[in-house]
């Protein structure tokens, strides 16, 4: 499978969520979008979960065709339960499915629904990690002050606590982790980011941390990790790009121009990273970077059809009408002949055409009618199209 056609089978998910957004000023991101997989926290779980118990696993019957299995386990301490049950240690816990394991071996048991616990799967548990579960604030608590507890245990030698800390800050909003800049640590975080050993995972947030707490020497290293010609997809790059940028603003910005947007053996993912990198600037950066000049780098992207729907949606979101003409052009163009270029271009006219205040950067009444011209164009040969962008609006 070509590089293009890989990311045109992703671009559908990502192009679907840019576009429900497409008429917004800016986005608040709720978790990091460098973490791909981050798992829900085993606090949550715990707040959540209505009967919560330590347990060992006692006996399973596999089952059959007629009769489901089940899996019986023992208690060893309850945590918390719902009012009407009446489990306590030694207690046996009955559970209507299979689950293989070693007898004797430990799990986190959560349930909901009261006196007789719809039981979620049992969580793998070991004493390091039941400890250091019962010792973690409650998440009722300021995320900042939550999270200071969980990055003592970045890259903790028990998986558990490692995956379940990162879990903690993957999942955070990036202006909650934003105050504890002075407290990263830095050396560490740039072995993380050095070490094979480190899950792929992860490298996007530590390349988002690194950003916060970096010095010079960083710099030099960050650059020499983003300027690789790389084929295959590189886990985590979009968030190293976007630290990079938060240290070193404009300037950054023109050497990830120069090794990634003018350069025309760049692969479809480095680009798509990059621009990630771009639109979290704008979200995150707190004018870091200028906004004209992030909008003009996010236009250089519309010279790869790859991007072009995705790129068209940033444009539109961050009300750049200079590019009007030129994505009316593009509608017709050869390589951008792709539906969802086109319905991009469409949803961009939509905003572009409800003339707002344009000293907050919304279209004019110039702009709005000349977006509307563009439309009744575009509508008069696809009105189908044009009237399924318009179900957004």
């Given at each position: 499978?070509?590089?293009?056609?890989?990311?045109?089978?992703?671009?559908?998910?990502?192009?679907?969520?840019?576009?429900?957004l497409?008429?917004?000023?800016?986005?608040?991101?709720?978790?990091?979008?460098?973490?791909?997989?981050?798992?829900?926290?085993?606090?949550?779980?715990?707040?959540?979960?209505?009967?919560?118990?330590?347990?060992?696993?006692?006996?399973?019957?596999?089952?059959?065709?007629?009769?489901?299995?089940?899996?019986?386990?023992?208690?060893?301490?309850?945590?918390?339960?719902?009012?009407?049950?009446?489990?306590?240690?030694?207690?046996?816990?009955?559970?209507n499915?299979?689950?293989?394991?070693?007898?004797?071996a430990?799990?986190?048991?959560?349930?909901?629904?009261?006196?007789?616990?719809?039981?979620?799967?049992?969580?793998?548990?070991?004493?390091a990690?039941?400890?250091?579960?019962?010792?973690?604030?409650?998440?009722?608590?300021?995320?900042?002050?939550?999270?200071?507890?969980?990055?003592?245990?970045?890259?903790?030698?028990?998986?558990?606590?490692?995956?379940?800390?990162?879990?903690?800050?993957?999942?955070?909003?990036?202006?909650?982790?934003?105050?504890?800049?002075?407290?990263?640590?830095?050396?560490?975080?740039?072995?993380?980011?050095?070490?094979?050993?480190?899950?792929?995972?992860?490298?996007?947030l530590?390349?988002?941390?690194?950003?916060?707490?970096?010095?010079?020497?960083?710099?030099?290293?960050?650059?020499?990790?983003?300027?690789?010609?790389?084929?295959?997809?590189?886990?985590?790059?979009?968030?190293?790009?976007?630290?990079?940028?938060?240290?070193?603003?404009?300037?950054g910005?023109?050497?990830?121009?120069?090794?990634?947007?003018?350069?025309?053996?760049?692969?479809?993912?480095?680009?798509?990273?990059?621009?990630?990198?771009?639109?979290?600037?704008?979200?995150?950066?707190?004018?870091?970077?200028?906004?004209?000049?992030?909008?003009?780098?996010?236009?250089?992207?519309?010279?790869?059809?790859?991007?072009?729907?995705?790129?068209?949606?940033?444009?539109?979101?961050?009300?750049?009408?200079?590019?009007?003409?030129?994505?009316?052009?593009?509608?017709?163009?050869?390589?951008?002949?792709?539906k969802?270029i086109?319905?991009?271009?469409?949803?961009?006219?939509?905003?572009?055409?409800?003339?707002?205040d344009?000293?907050?950067?919304?279209?004019?009444?110039?702009?709005?009618?000349?977006?509307?011209?563009?439309?009744?164009?575009?509508?008069?040969?696809?009105?189908?199209?044009?009237?399924?962008?318009?179900?957004?609006?």
């Amino acid at each position: 499978m070509t590089d293009r056609k890989r990311i045109r089978f992703s671009q559908g998910w990502y192009g679907l969520f840019y576009c429900l957004l497409v008429a917004l000023i800016s986005t608040k991101l709720i978790a990091c979008p460098f973490c791909p997989g981050a798992s829900v926290p085993l606090t949550e779980k715990l707040t959540h979960a209505q009967t919560a118990c330590l347990v060992r696993w006692a006996e399973a019957d596999t089952g059959t065709i007629e009769k489901p299995g089940d899996t019986v386990y023992k208690v060893l301490k309850v945590i918390k339960q719902s009012q009407g049950t009446q489990y306590k240690p030694g207690s046996l816990i009955t559970v209507n499915r299979d689950h293989d394991a070693k007898p004797g071996a430990p799990f986190l048991l959560t349930g909901t629904r009261g006196p007789q616990p719809l039981w979620d799967n049992p969580i793998v548990i070991t004493p390091a990690s039941y400890s250091y579960l019962m010792q973690a604030p409650s998440v009722h608590q300021p995320t900042t002050q939550r999270l200071r507890y969980f990055l003592k245990f970045l890259e903790h030698k028990d998986t558990i606590i490692a995956n379940d800390a990162f879990a903690e800050f993957a999942n955070a909003p990036f202006e909650d982790i934003t105050p504890l800049a002075r407290e990263l640590p830095r050396e560490k975080i740039h072995h993380w980011l050095s070490d094979r050993s480190t899950p792929a995972p992860r490298l996007g947030l530590y390349g988002l941390l690194l950003g916060l707490c970096g010095q010079e020497e960083d710099i030099r290293f960050m650059e020499q990790k983003i300027s690789i010609q790389a084929q295959g997809l590189r886990s985590g790059i979009g968030g190293l790009m976007s630290g990079y940028l938060m240290l070193t603003g404009s300037q950054g910005l023109d050497h990830l121009e120069r090794v990634k947007f003018r350069q025309k053996n760049v692969t479809p993912n480095e680009l798509f990273a990059a621009r990630e990198a771009v639109s979290f600037m704008w979200t995150y950066g707190n004018s870091r970077i200028p906004p004209e000049r992030l909008r003009q780098s996010m236009r250089m992207l519309l010279n790869r059809p790859e991007l072009a729907d995705l790129v068209i949606a940033d444009l539109a979101r961050w009300q750049d009408w200079t590019v009007m003409d030129q994505l009316v052009t593009l509608y017709d163009a050869k390589d951008y002949e792709y539906k969802s270029i086109r319905k991009a271009i469409i949803r961009y006219l939509l905003v572009a055409s409800r003339n707002t205040d344009s000293s907050r950067g919304g279209p004019d009444a110039a702009t709005a009618a000349r977006a509307r011209q563009y439309l009744d164009r575009i509508r008069s040969r696809d009105p189908q199209l044009v009237k399924r962008a318009e179900r957004f609006y």
